[in-house]
């Protein structure tokens, strides 16, 4: 049974620091590009980072570049958001996201999400 199961959101104030973790199980983690996403409210879902399936390319989104940083542990089967100087502007729901392959042989796994508030 395929899992990705987020932790680590919360409320934190303006210029503060969380460390999102995704677990995952169920599937052969190490092949797997891994994706962070997030969701204001009202709004579409945007992607924030992600990061090849040996951790050697990452990429993010201009709004949390220099402040965000992916990571991944394949032995621990996890893959982390360290998330710096946050801005209330990134308030908003967190989804882990796996993804190998293309059309017809696509394997797209999604977490449930983790609420992420940053206000005073």
């Known amino acids: 049974q395929v899992q990705l199961v987020e932790s680590g959101g919360g409320l934190v104030q303006p210029g503060g620091s969380l460390r999102l973790s995704c677990a995952a199980s169920g599937f052969t983690f190490s092949s797997y590009r891994m994706y962070w996403y997030r969701q204001a409210p009202g709004k579409e879902r945007e992607l924030v980072a992600d990061?090849?399936?040996?951790?050697?390319?990452?990429n993010y989104a201009d709004s949390v570049k220099g402040r965000f940083t992916i990571s991944r542990d394949n032995a621990k089967n996890t893959v982390y958001l360290q998330m710096n100087s946050l801005k209330p502007e990134d308030t908003a729901v967190y989804y882990c996201?796996?993804?190998?392959?293309?059309?017809?042989?696509?394997?797209?796994?999604w977490g449930q999400g983790t609420q992420v508030t940053v206000s005073s």
């Open positions: 990061i090849t399936s040996a951790g050697g390319s990452r």
């Open positions: 996201n796996a993804r190998r392959g293309l059309g017809s042989f696509l394997y797209d796994y």
